[in-house]
């Protein structure tokens, strides 16, 4: 089942990003954590597109669903992440109703979209079937996913919900608190007031609300509160962070603090 189909039937999806670890060995370890999906993060990290070429056709060989996020609607590669074996993209900075017109567009084929008929793709072993039942397979898998990260993006929620061929509304919790006017306090009731507007607006268009970035003491009030659906839950840097300094407090409390000669 795509990640498309999951979030249409209402269920809730949990994912992992990818900010470091770029081998194809992470889909597996993605997958024996029980995450849902892996979000392939190319806006903040040193990911290329080629790291997230190996990292998406490694997944889809697998089963498991891959998401690219790239840095806004005027990235150049908003449709190429498609092409080398994404299930979707997730557009930051998304401020309009417009520029969610725009992903649509350079994202989905005809009708919905233009999107130029790309070179063979992974998705069909690289035998293409003929250009109408290529679209049409891709089509129903295809996720488009922009983020609102600021309070023009919220003032606009509404609208870009209404936007046909966009399928949820991913909040990306600190840059949105920060635009806000409350940096580094995504707690702040104005915060959790524009969670819950853009949670609104996603429900009242059919489409499913997301969030990332969230810390854990917040998830039961921005998001499962709100109906979330679409959640990222950590990334790879702050796993690796977070077990290896509880495994080493762990070792150093058997020694007293100590290390063993």
Not at 49 to 54: Q, V
Request: proline content about 7%; aromatic content about 4%.
């Amino acid at each position: 089942m795509s990640l498309r189909e999951h979030l249409e039937r209402g269920e809730a999806a949990y994912g992992l990003a990818a900010c470091l670890l770029r081998t194809a060995e992470l889909v597996p370890l993605t997958r024996a954590c029980g995450f849902d999906f892996l979000l392939v993060d190319t806006e903040h990290t040193p990911l290329t597109i080629g790291d997230a070429a190996t990292l998406c056709v490694t997944a889809q060989a697998a089963g498991l669903p891959a998401l690219v996020r790239v840095g806004g609607p005027e990235h150049p590669d908003l449709a190429r992440v498609l092409d080398i074996g994404a299930q979707g993209v997730v557009v930051a900075h998304v401020d309009s109703a417009a520029q969610a017109a725009r992903i649509v567009r350079l994202c989905r084929f005809a009708p919905a979209g233009g999107r130029s008929l790309p070179s063979p793709l992974a998705r069909f072993g690289f035998r293409m079937p003929p250009a109408a039942e290529m679209a049409r397979v891709v089509e129903a898998e295809t996720l488009l996913v922009p983020m609102i990260e600021s309070a023009a993006g919220v003032a606009e929620a509404e609208a870009i919900a209404a936007t046909p061929g966009i399928d949820a509304l991913l909040v990306g919790t600190n840059d949105l608190a920060a635009d806000l006017g409350h940096f580094g306090a995504p707690e702040h009731p104005a915060v959790l007031a524009a969670f819950a507007r853009i949670a609104a607006a996603a429900r009242a268009h059919g489409k499913a609300f997301g969030v990332i970035g969230l810390p854990p003491a917040l998830l039961e009030s921005h998001a499962v509160a709100l109906g979330a659906t679409l959640v990222v839950v950590a990334n790879d840097v702050n796993l690796l962070l977070d077990g290896g300094s509880a495994a080493l407090r762990q070792v150093r409390g058997a020694w007293g603090g100590a290390a063993p000669a």
